[in-house]
């Protein structure tokens, strides 16, 4: 999928868990529920680092685009390292490693220890990433149409006030881990469930993903996941803009009504 249609659905998707944990007993306090949106619709931009076109590539200059050409080298090396006789050959590693369940937890146990160790600026840090990509992706047309020192800046200013608001007592900083020092543990949890959706919205287009490796399946370590081949859709079709976007924001807005206790 595209950069805006996976930044909806990782939104989606959090204000789903936020309304699952409302019916659990266990309500998110809103700033809980907004900054987990945001960050998800963020990190479900993140597994497209191996793509140098990407919307990610394009999100902090020079650097999101060197960092992007060296995770695709890097997830190439891996593919060729770990591919069976029957995976295809290819010649770059988009669609490889970063879009696996493996990187998912790694990238959201690693947030987790960051938000747990770096203290207030590896909140500060995790926050402005994340809302930086938000921007982007969700807000993709005034994103593309402002500069990016103008994006880097709401997200500055947006991390900044959020982390400011989770630190109020009774705001959430401590809503899921109480312990001392564990208060922000649960950041790495909208980052893990993006990096997901992402793959899983992947799936659903024409080329699979290959989301379970480095688990064999039918012989190939980068089986790649998806529904029936008639069930799948070209990444930017009408599928994606007229039927899942409209999907995603429904959902999106019945979550998180259920999660604020409004139906």
């Known amino acids: 999928m595209m950069g805006p249609a996976h ?7 959090w204000l789903g868990v936020g309304a699952a944990a409302a019916a659990a007993g266990h309500p998110m306090p809103w ?19 191996d793509h140098k076109s990407a ?4 999100a902090f200059g020079p650097f999101s685009r ?16 770990t591919r069976t ?9 988009h669609r490889t490693l970063t879009h696996t369940w493996l990187w998912a937890v790694l990238i959201g146990g690693g947030a987790s220890v960051l938000a747990a160790t770096a203290d207030r600026w590896g909140v500060l840090a995790l926050l402005f990433v994340h809302m930086v990509l ?3 992706g969700l807000l993709w047309r005034a994103a593309r149409m402002s500069s990016d020192i103008l994006v880097w800046l709401l997200g500055a200013t947006s991390a900044w006030i959020l982390a400011g608001v989770l630190d109020q007592p009774g705001n959430g900083a401590d809503w899921l881990f109480t312990g001392p020092g564990q208060e922000y543990l649960w950041l790495g949890l909208p980052i893990l469930l993006g990096a997901l959706v992402h793959d899983v919205g992947d799936a659903l287009t024409v080329s699979g993903c290959p989301i379970l490796w480095p688990i064999p399946v039918g012989g190939k370590r980068w089986y790649p996941v998806g529904p029936p081949r008639a069930l799948r859709f070209r990444a930017g079709s009408w599928v994606e803009l007229k039927v899942l976007m409209p999907v995603f924001m ?11 206790g409004f139906v």
């Open 250 to 260: 429904l959902l999106g807005g019945i979550g998180g009504a259920s999660a604020l």
């Open 134 to 136: 938000a921007v982007e």
């Open 55 to 58: 919307t990610i590539s394009r």
């Open 31 to 49: 700033p809980v529920l907004l900054a987990g949106a945001l960050i998800c619709a963020g990190a479900a931009l993140a597994p497209d680092l």
């Open 7 to 13: 930044s909806l659905s990782g939104a989606a998707a």
């Open 66 to 81: 060197g960092l992007c050409e060296v995770v695709d080298k890097l997830s190439y090396a891996v593919y060729k390292a």
């Open 85 to 93: 006789p029957r995976d295809a050959r290819r010649s770059g590693g």
